[in-house]
């Protein structure tokens, strides 16, 4: 019984206090912040532009590559530039749900959950295949 007081209080004493995750979560620095720009820009502005300057058919076709494309581009930069990280996914969906219910129908919503899986599985993939000096 005093050998498992005493593992119990060595393991409250080694937990101790609020644990220190910055050594394990470096925080991003202001260079490697310009994916959530271009995510911004791609979906918010890119858009108006598009139904401005194009077609109404040709608009349509190039906000699908820009729903597909823009995803798999964006997730692989972030995580070369930083690493792949769930946040970044869903803040580019958030990006392009405010986009679609400004600039398309009401039940286009769902595009930004496919947006969100896309820019994830291109941001671990790429995250996996860059080198060990930048992880």
């Known amino acids: 019984m005093a050998e498992t007081s005493t593992e119990h209080s060595r393991t409250e004493g080694e ?70 990280a769930w946040t970044f996914a869903v803040l580019t969906g958030l990006f392009a749900l405010v986009g679609l219910w400004i600039y398309t129908n009401p039940g286009t919503w769902i595009y930004a959950i496919g947006v969100v899986l896309l820019t994830r599985l291109s941001g671990a993939i790429a995250g996996a295949l860059r080198p060990a000096r930048n992880r």
């Open 15 to 84: 937990q101790g206090g609020a644990e220190d995750t910055s050594s394990s979560e470096p925080e991003r620095a202001g260079s490697q912040a310009w994916p959530y720009a271009v995510a911004a820009l791609l979906y918010l502005v890119l858009p108006l532009l598009l139904g401005t300057l194009a077609a109404p058919a040709t608009a349509t076709v190039l906000l699908l590559v820009v729903l597909i494309g823009g995803p798999l581009v964006l997730g692989a930069l972030d995580a070369v530039v930083y690493r792949p």
